[in-house]
């Protein structure tokens, strides 16, 4: 990214990083900016849309647009501004685990950035409950923010697992392996993602942004507003208008 696809990224999150110095202040602040900014959403891939991976369709859609993604998008474009910032990024394959009874494919995509003070997991593509900030990779280390409560630890078959602490039980979110993925390897399960019978993400129009209290989400027809895990708004049986209004309003999302 040139100087001023810098600059037009950063107005889009709401971060003034001009002079700044890449560490993990600037990091904490662009991820927590990003995730109340740009909305998870795959409502091109329920319009039937092919989604491109490339740097410049995904600065278009996402920064001139204003539009949002799900992780092979958002994560690609986030990785993008971290290395022109100076960041050092790598990107691994992820199992998503939450709500899993068996062990699916990969088909997660987080990134791995180094600061000063150590290795953190970055991710900006999940529509649910989520880091809001990076999260350092120290097995066993207790990392609080936003009322949630997370934790590395390693695993044989699965690499490195996220727990998170969800009603007084731990349950694992994703994992990985530490194995640095180029651009090209994402283009294969994002097509799996795109047009596979068995995706979950071409079945009905799913959006989520994070709010400084909670999150807000459209599930088909349905609008929700939450405070933490608890909803204070529900709307049902949207008409398209009502629908479109909501986009607009509530995500920022206009056709």
């Not at 593509?125 to 934790?151: D, M, S, V």
């Amino acid at each position: 990214m040139d100087k001023a696809m810098i600059n037009k990224y950063c107005e889009r999150i709401g971060v003034d990083a001009t002079g700044r110095h890449a560490d993990i202040g600037l990091l904490r602040e662009l991820q927590y900016r990003h995730v109340l900014s740009v909305p998870y959403e795959n409502l091109d891939i329920i319009r039937n849309i092919p989604l491109s991976l490339k740097e410049d369709d995904l600065y278009e859609k996402i920064v001139l647009k204003h539009r949002g993604g799900y992780c092979f998008e958002l994560n690609a474009l986030f990785s993008a501004l971290l290395l022109s910032l100076g960041y050092e990024v790598k990107s691994y394959f992820a199992r998503f685990l939450r709500g899993e009874k068996e062990l699916p494919m990969r088909r997660h995509r987080v990134l791995r950035v180094e600061c000063e003070d150590g290795v953190y997991i970055c991710d900006v593509g999940i529509g649910q409950i989520a880091p809001r900030f990076p999260l350092k990779l120290e097995t066993g280390l207790l990392q609080e923010q936003n009322g949630e409560t997370y934790r590395f630890e390693y695993d044989e078959k699965l690499g490195y697992v996220l727990w998170e602490l969800y009603k007084g039980e731990w349950r694992r979110y994703f994992s990985f392996f530490p194995e640095e993925q180029i651009e090209v390897d994402f283009l294969q399960p994002s097509f799996f993602c795109e047009k596979h019978p068995d995706s979950v993400f071409n079945k009905t129009a799913i959006v989520a942004i994070k709010t400084e209290k909670g999150r807000k989400s459209i599930n088909d027809r349905e609008y929700k507003e939450f405070i933490g895990e608890e909803p204070i708004l529900i709307k049902s049986d949207l008409s398209d208008s009502e629908l479109t209004q909501i986009l607009k309003d509530e995500f920022g999302i206009s056709f």
